[in-house]
């Protein structure tokens, strides 16, 4: 069992910065990949960014590329949102996940196997 918590959420400017927290616990040993979503209201989750715990490897969805980084510091079993020149399209609760199943970076919500219960981000104009 993993449990994870986000922090980090909040009302910026457009063109301001954010940095999202998540810290696991439980069975951390079993995650291989972590990643970050989004859902704005009335639209499907989305894909945001992912990391493999292993080595790093990154992946990022085009709309947030250059402009997010996500990190990871498993010492703290923690991975991080870093996001830089934010614009009102952003706004969106973010959730952190977990994937245990598969060891490639994975990128569909439904390979996600936890989730914590989201930040609100919001990016006024």
């Known amino acids: 069992q993993v449990q994870l918590v986000e922090s980090g959420g909040g009302l910026v400017q457009a063109g301001g910065s954010l940095r999202l927290s998540c810290g696991a616990s439980g069975s951390t040993f079993s995650i291989y990949n972590m990643g970050w979503f989004r859902q704005a209201p009335g639209k499907e989750r989305e894909f945001v960014a992912a990391?493999?715990?292993?080595?790093?490897?990154?992946y990022y969805a085009e709309s947030v590329k250059d402009r997010f980084t996500i990190s990871r510091d498993n010492a703290k079993n923690a991975v991080y949102l870093q996001m830089n020149s934010l614009k009102p399209e952003d706004t969106a609760v973010y959730y952190c996940?977990?994937?245990?199943?598969?060891?490639?970076?994975?990128?569909?919500?439904?390979?996600?196997?936890?989730w914590g219960q989201g930040t609100q981000v919001t990016v006024s104009s």
């Open positions: 996940s977990a994937a245990w199943r598969y060891r490639a970076l994975r990128l569909n919500a439904n390979e996600y196997d936890c």
């Open positions: 990391i493999r715990r292993s080595d790093g490897s990154r």
